[in-house]
């Protein structure tokens, strides 16, 4: 069955950098388009980036553009999130998700049937 698994997160001061990871299994991995989507205590759900199975489509939530970068390495079957200029307001558990036919970077939580167990980022002023 499709698996996808995140590491990476943990705790770090405004201002820092930490890179999150997905790797994915039971999947052609270039099959499926990507994204991360992040929930803060007491907060929505809400979409943080996506990429399609080739990566020539991406897409950014306003509040990361210019800080947060996503790639994938087909290869490898992994999913990356390079987070830059961390702000307090970025702390959330940060999930991997995916769906096939991956051809477009789906924005809607509702479209990504597969999910990871989440990965807690927390940022310190």
């Known amino acids: 069955q499709v698996q996808v698994v995140e590491s990476g997160g943990g705790s770090v001061q405004a201002g820092g950098s930490l890179r999150l990871s997905c790797t994915a299994s039971?999947?052609?991995?270039?099959?499926?388009?990507m994204g991360w989507f992040r929930q803060a205590p007491g907060k929505e759900r809400e979409g943080v980036s996506c990429i399609s199975w080739s990566g020539g489509s991406t897409y950014y939530a306003d509040s990361v553009k210019g800080r947060f970068t996503i790639s994938r390495d087909n290869a490898k079957n992994t999913l990356y999130l390079q987070m830059n200029s961390l702000k307090p307001e970025d702390t959330a558990m940060y999930y991997c998700?995916?769906?096939?036919?991956?051809?477009?970077?789906?924005?809607?939580?509702?479209?990504?049937?597969?999910w990871g167990q989440g990965t807690q980022v927390t940022v310190s002023a």
């Open positions: 039971g999947l052609t991995f270039d099959d499926y388009a």
């Open positions: 998700v995916a769906r096939f036919n991956g051809g477009y970077c789906y924005w809607d939580a509702s479209d990504y049937p597969y």
